[in-house]
């Protein structure tokens, strides 16, 4: 078996442009003998199937050893002959020496395969460069088109032209100019633009200047004017020249109008202004292609410059920059354009100097924000002050008159309206009734200790469930006590529901509630204090007698105040999502000389319906 294989060669010139048409011959090394292909009986031509797998021809333009238009060349080379006596290997002359020649021109080349069974994709097929000493890829060569061959313009003012750069070599052109010049004239230069890079084709725009003469002229489009690039002979050179025929017309008679910025705008010095607007002719339409001169003065002064051109439909824009040493005042925008058949425009402006940002003015008001940031202070201070001040000194500092029911100052002494004398810091004990100071912890008559403030409402339903299950406890033993065995919680349900002292947990509440707000009155029992319209005495279980409600009693305006409770029955923060009830405060009577005893048996009569602080 005859194992062949691949030789993928590329030729270049010294420029590493590929050369087409070159011709690869190939010999066994270290011999001389050409390359045979034993499938067409050791012929130097592969066989009619081979090349008809190539598509090339076995000579001529498409030979099967020459080059493309790529530079590349496929050729097959007999590399292996495997036998029965070879196996598993083979006799292997993979070795050639590569002879390349272009016209006179010739190159050495060598290429070596892997011997048999190394068969892989990178063994079968094996990449060869080869460069020759030549150039064959041409030079530049450059030629120019105008984009529009006539063109109409107006006098002295700027127009744009455009020049389509071609190169029609195979090398790139470099450091490639093109100028205009006005009727032929190398001297009359009115447009150049440097420095290009051509590969293929360029659009170039040319900003040429204004052309004063009225009537026709020739403009003269040049592509390297210098003749700095060699372009191979006269023939590449007498392309690089084409003309635009001009009719320059004088400007029509018309007037500018500035659209920003808008008269008085402010601008703060050392930024920049655009400024936009219209060039018009008497009939209001646009003038395009005139050249205007943008210029911030103050008086005569110039302070700033720039310029722009009109589009086709007259609108121009433009920027100016304010320059940073410009003082605050009033100054004036002025765009003049470069003909005097059109009219001038103007617009005053306002510039300010740059400053820190509480310099600066406040839109609308019209002062510094500084000054505005100060009253805005004072403002919120005046506010907060006249809320605290109600807070800590208004209607939360007022009391209720036990005597008369006058609304009075807290630290009064006397009432101003009854003149009955009042004893301060004083409360009635909840669970024991003596009189003692409100700032105490602890009863010093029955030791009982004192919950003070709000409370949160669930600390407060879990305190008062804890006293309601205490009381259903006792009546839970007296059912059993009764009925002589002990009851399930349904039989005792059952049983208590009957009782004139049944009450549910809601309704212990609600009696707690209405003990602040409406009075309260001593069990019977156990003289603990009940609400008014309590039934059960909430401390023993007692069945309640009714009893006239408590009189008196001072109530505070605005903020709570302190209530001095025992730690039993205890005043709820208030239904939910409603405002806390107002805090009943007993105001104390001063026992008159010579009547303290009977103030002291008038004391034991309100302990029943006295207030808690």
């Known amino acids: 078996m005859f194992l062949l294989r691949w030789l993928r060669a ?9 050369v087409s048409g070159a011709t690869i011959w190939s010999t066994l090394s270290p011999s001389t003998t050409t390359a045979q292909y034993p499938d067409n009986g050791l012929s130097t031509t592969p066989s009619a199937r081979t090349l008809a797998y190539l598509g090339k021809a076995a000579s001529g333009a498409n030979a099967w050893n020459r080059t493309d238009s790529n530079g590349l060349a496929m050729i097959p ?16 002359f993979g070795n050639y020496q590569l002879t390349v020649a272009f016209g006179a ?18 063994d079968n097929t094996k990449q060869v460069m080869v460069s020759l000493p030549i150039q064959v890829r041409t030079g530049p060569d450059l030629t120019v088109q105008p984009a529009s061959a006539t063109m109409t313009v107006l006098q002295n003012q700027p127009f744009t032209a455009y020049a389509l750069i071609s190169n029609q070599g195979q090398t790139t052109a470099t450091a490639v100019s093109v100028g205009a010049y006005l009727d032929g004239n190398r001297a009359s230069e009115v447009a150049r633009v440097n420095g290009l890079t051509v590969v293929t084709s360029l659009n170039q725009t040319l900003n040429v200047a204004g052309i004063g003469a009225l009537g026709s002229h020739t403009l003269e489009l040049i592509v390297d004017p210098d003749n700095t690039i060699n372009e191979g002979g006269a023939a590449q050179e007498s392309n690089n020249f084409a003309n635009i025929t001009l009719t320059v017309q004088p400007p029509p008679a018309g007037f500018t109008a500035i659209l920003t910025p808008s008269s008085g705008q402010s601008v703060v010095s050392g930024n920049s202004l655009g400024v936009t607007g219209y060039v018009r002719d008497s009939g209001s339409n646009g003038i395009g292609g005139v050249v205007l001169n ?7 002064t110039v302070l700033a410059t720039n310029s722009t051109m009109s589009a086709s439909d007259g609108f121009f824009i433009g920027t100016i920059t304010v320059p940073q040493t410009t003082q605050d005042g009033s100054y004036t925008i002025v765009v003049t354009p470069a003909t005097t058949l059109i009219q001038p425009d103007t617009r005053t402006i306002s510039v300010q100097r740059s400053s820190s940002f509480l310099f600066q003015k406040v839109p609308v008001l019209g002062i510094e924000w500084w000054l505005f940031l100060v009253i805005l202070a004072a403002a919120a201070a005046v506010a907060i002050g006249v809320s605290l001040y109600w807070k800590v000194y208004g209607l939360g500092k007022m009391v209720e008159c036990g005597e008369c029911g006058a609304f009075i100052p807290e630290d009064a002494t006397t009432c101003p309206k009854c003149g009955v004398e009042f004893e301060r810091d004083m409360a009635k004990c909840s669970n024991c009734q003596a009189w003692i100071p409100v700032d105490v912890k602890q009863c010093p008559e029955c030791g009982v200790e004192f919950a003070t403030g709000q409370l949160e409402m669930a600390d407060y339903k879990e305190k008062m469930r804890l006293q309601y299950d205490e009381v259903i406890a006792r009546f839970k033993q007296e059912a059993s006590r009764q009925l002589g065995r002990s009851l399930s919680e349904t039989e005792f349900q059952e049983w208590w529901r009957k009782q004139p002292t049944f009450l549910t947990f809601e309704d212990w509440l609600r009696e707690e509630e209405e003990m602040r707000k409406m009075g309260s009155k001593p069990c019977p029992t156990c003289g603990t204090l009940n609400s008014v319209t309590a039934t059960v005495c909430h401390k023993c279980g007692s069945l309640m007698r009714d009893q006239r409600p408590p009189s008196g009693g ?3 305006a605005g903020a709570p ?19 806390a009830p107002i805090v009943q405060k007993r105001v104390i009577k001063k026992p008159i000389e010579g009547k303290e005893g009977e103030s002291s048996e008038g004391q034991n009569d309100e302990n029943a319906s006295s207030d808690d602080l």
Do not use: H, W
């Open 10 to 18: 590329s030729v270049i010139d010294s420029t590493g442009f590929p």
């Open 77 to 92: 080379l007999y590399t292996d002959l495997i036998t029965t006596a070879s196996l598993p290997n083979a006799e292997s």
């Open 105 to 122: 021109t010739t190159g050495p080349g060598g290429v070596g395969f892997d011997p048999y069974p190394a068969i892989n994709a990178d």
């Open 294 to 300: 943008i210029e911030l003065r103050s008086g005569a």
């Open 554 to 556: 001072a109530v505070v």
């Open 561 to 579: 105040a302190r209530r001095i409770q025992a730690r039993g029955p205890m005043s709820p923060p208030g239904p939910t999502n409603a405002p």
